[in-house]
């Protein structure tokens, strides 16, 4: 048998991340940048009001109090988006909005509550320093400025600030694409009728939400019947737009385990037995003329999942370029005992909470791997060594963070 660590290593030999693309600024979303992105305006690219109020100049209103305050002209309105046909002279102002440029000779906005709010003329209750609710052009950000680093990961704020310098599309490394596919002539698709001996497919469901949430784009393919020549028809139909292909079921050793029977002689996957609990089969190689990856997960969704997040999603990782590629692995006190076979690493389904600020992990729901509603109750996996075979209670265990969320 193989360890879980020498099958990770065998997955992720020579997986690197995919090659730059250019994509569309939203494309390019939780994805890595891979060219430095430098500004060619200012940012601002203005002077501009950071108020709406009076565009004034600062000398002619340097009296005003609110007993005594200083009435100027209006000798128009600036709106945001206008260009000023307005030039500022001593002793009159202009009505700017928020966003307006800042028109030649004033160097001072009022904001609007300090005066009547006057059209024609209007009235100043106080005096204002120079430059005071002006943005500078360039104050952000001066022209020639790297704004982002090639190897940056791409998050909202980022991708607001591609859009800020007037960019629609960068390069960047894309998200790989994962073929997901269910193998088993027992299942039929969610919202389909059950008829005696059927159960739904969960795993390609189950698998495409994980390959979303590691930031692939995923393909969900559904069910091939247990039958080789659909498997590999479906497979050379797939290979075209995966960067990764998983199927789920058929790899053991009944007497219909279709993927290994139609990818074991092509003699390039491999179906091993990896000491692990859930998900001791596991196929692993590379097809078609691309050597694209292939993984055959078991079928049970339970060990489908276990060996999608142990192995499959770290490859994805990689391919995006973005670190850690693994989940955060946390110490945590265990509340309940958790046995585990001798020799195999298990990874146990349990709740991790935080209590008087300390990690505590209690095991949710049995251990039959078929169990998929005990696995919906789960947010981490609670982790036994292989040498171990039982953790106590009270012990501080390694525990997996699974994707974080609320109950
Ligand atoms: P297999 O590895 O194909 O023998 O499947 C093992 C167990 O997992 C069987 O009980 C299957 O019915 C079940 N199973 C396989 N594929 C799926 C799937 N896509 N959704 C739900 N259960 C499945
Ligand atoms: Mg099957």
């Given at each position: ?17 995919l090659s730059?693309l250019?994509l569309?600024?939203?494309d390019?979303?939780?994805c ?141 490394r894309p998200r790989p694409r994962v073929v997901i ?27 495409t939400?994980?390959a979303q949430?590691a930031g692939a784009i995923a393909y969900r393919v ?16 797939q290979l075209i737009r995966a960067d990764v292909v998983v ?43 691309d050597?694209t990856p ?18 499959v999603?770290?490859v994805l990782?990689?391919m995006l ?87």
């Open positions: 048998m193989k360890t879980v660590d020498e099958h990770l290593a065998t997955v992720l030999a020579g997986i690197g991340p730059p250019e569309t600024m939203l390019a979303h939780g890595v940048l891979a060219e430095d992105v430098t500004a060619t305006h200012p940012l601002p690219p203005f002077d501009n009001s950071a108020m709406d109020g009076y565009a004034v100049r600062a000398a002619d209103i340097a009296t005003a109090t609110a007993s005594t305050p200083v009435t100027l002209p209006v000798v128009g309105d600036i709106a945001a988006g206008s260009v000023t046909p307005y030039s500022v002279q001593p002793g009159l102002c202009v009505r700017i909005m928020t966003g307006a440029p800042l028109p030649p000779g004033a160097d001072t906005v009022v904001p609007q509550e300090w005066t009547d709010e006057g059209l024609a003329q209007v009235s100043i209750r106080a005096a204002a320093s120079v430059g005071q609710h002006i943005r500078r052009a360039g104050e952000d950000v001066v022209p020639g400025t790297v704004v982002l680093t090639s190897g940056t990961h791409l998050g909202a704020t980022q991708i607001g600030l591609i859009a800020a310098v007037g960019r629609d599309r960068v390069l960047a596919l269910s193998t088993g002539s027992e299942l039929v698709d969610p919202g389909q009728p059950l008829t005696p001996g059927k159960i739904p497919d969960a795993n390609s469901a189950l698998l939400a994980a949430e559904g069910i091939v019947p247990d039958d080789p020549r659909q498997l590999l028809d479906a497979l050379e139909d199927t789920s079921g058929g790899v053991s050793v009944g007497a219909y385990d279709v993927v290994k029977d139609a990818l074991g002689r092509l003699g390039t996957v491999a179906f091993d037995k990896v000491a692990m609990q859930p998900g001791m089969p596991q196929g692993f190689g590379r097809i078609g003329p050597q292939f993984f055959g997960l078991p079928g049970n969704p339970v060990s489908a999942y276990v060996s999608f997040e142990v192995f999603r770290p990782r990689r370029g973005v670190e850690p590629i693994t989940r955060p692995t946390v110490r945590a006190r265990l509340v309940e005992p958790v046995g585990s076979p001798p020799g195999k690493r298990t990874f146990a389904r349990g709740w991790l909470s935080v209590e008087h600020g300390k990690y505590v992990v209690r095991p949710v729901g049995g251990s039959g791997s078929h169990l998929i509603a005990s696995l919906s109750g789960a947010n981490a996996f609670i982790v036994v060594p292989e040498d171990v075979t039982q953790l106590d209670a009270e012990s501080t265990v390694d525990v997996m963070m699974l994707e974080r969320r609320q109950r």
